[in-house]
């Protein structure tokens, strides 16, 4: 007989932004000056200069990746073996752009197609909003593409008016208005061209990723990268033109910087961001994430595993008992 043994390798871990800054002690994050743990780009508002801000796509950040430690004490995932810090952080598409640009950039502009005389049939913003919504509903139905009962009917508070436009909606709510609005902008002129082009663009860029196998080919991950750039530029010149304007539009945040991420390739691997997602993980990931956070950050690791053992032992007696009952 020929016995086998088998390890178990951590070959990447996946959550939220918040949930990667807990569980590898970041100093880099949203909130600071150096916003990525990937590369050395700045949060320009802090620090006064936009060489090397996240907000400029070509800036110096580009060239150095991964050359700086990003955490102020070492995790215990980093003295895993084979562990590499460019390969073992997974970039989670679902927060960065379905819960995260991807509302922004559909609540900016479904809210300047509904200030835009003639656009959606209606007399006032009610009206437009129930128009709009018709033919959401309608887009969703001929491709058999999900929409939940709150993404059915569009209001001011979902679409948070009165501030930056921000689709408070689900992630595959906002998938599916993002190929609606991708439709309307090759069908229906927005009068915006760098508008329509940063919709369909990443609606290009995104689709690539979430239709794609494990691995991308050279050919999709080019495609997604053109598309992405295309779309980051356009987004960009928006939010600068919206700025001096000021008006609250074309809202950007640190997200957009690691959705360049995805789109540069910069971790170095054919493997696809979008099998990273968190769909079906998001519920375990938080109830992990509250569990660790009672926990000090040297001996993090060990205690919520410590932790979750106890629990499932308790969850497990509990079990046993009702069957046996």
């Known amino acids: 007989m020929i016995w086998k043994v088998l390890f178990l390798l951590v070959t990447i871990i996946r959550g939220d ?62 003295r895993l073996l084979f562990f590499v810090l460019l390969l073992f952080i997974a970039i989670d598409l679902m927060h960065i752009w379905h819960l995260g640009v991807g509302r922004d950039v559909c609540g900016s502009t479904l809210k300047y197609l509904i200030l835009k005389p003639g656009y959606f049939a209606g ?84 689709s690539v990723f979430m239709r794609g196998g494990m691995f991308l080919n050279a050919e999709q991950m080019d495609y997604a990268r053109a598309m992405g750039l295309v779309f980051l530029r356009c987004w960009l010149k928006l939010a600068a033109v919206a700025l001096r304007a000021k008006e609250k539009m074309y809202k950007v945040r640190p997200k957009i910087h690691l959705l360049q991420h995805c789109f540069l390739g910069h971790r170095r691997s054919c493997r696809n961001p979008g099998v990273d997602v968190v769909f079906m993980d998001e519920d375990w990931i938080k109830s992990m994430a509250r569990l660790s956070k009672h926990t000090h950050k040297k001996t993090m690791a060990l205690r919520t595993i410590q932790r979750y053992l106890a629990g499932l032992k308790q969850e497990l007696r509990r079990f046993l008992k009702k069957q046996t009952a």
Request: glycine content about 6%.
């Open 17 to 78: 932004w918040k949930f990667i800054v807990q569980v590898f002690n970041l100093v880099r994050c949203s909130s600071g000056n150096l916003v990525c743990w990937l590369c050395d780009a700045t949060n320009g508002i802090l620090n006064g200069s936009l060489a090397n801000s996240y907000t400029n796509t070509d800036g110096d950040w580009v060239k150095h990746i991964c050359e700086n430690v990003p955490w102020d004490s070492e995790p215990a995932f980093a």
């Open 123 to 206: 007399r006032n913003h009610k009206e437009k909003l129930h128009s709009a919504s018709k033919a959401v509903k309608e887009f969703a139905k001929e491709r058999g593409l999900p929409l939940s009962a709150a993404g059915k009917k569009l209001t001011k508070a979902k679409l948070q008016w009165g501030g930056y436009p921000h689709l408070k909606l689900k992630a595959a709510d906002v998938a599916t208005y993002t190929q609606f609005l991708a439709h309307l902008s090759v069908t229906k002129s927005f009068g915006n061209d760098d508008l329509s082009t940063a919709v369909w663009a990443i609606d290009q860029a995104i």
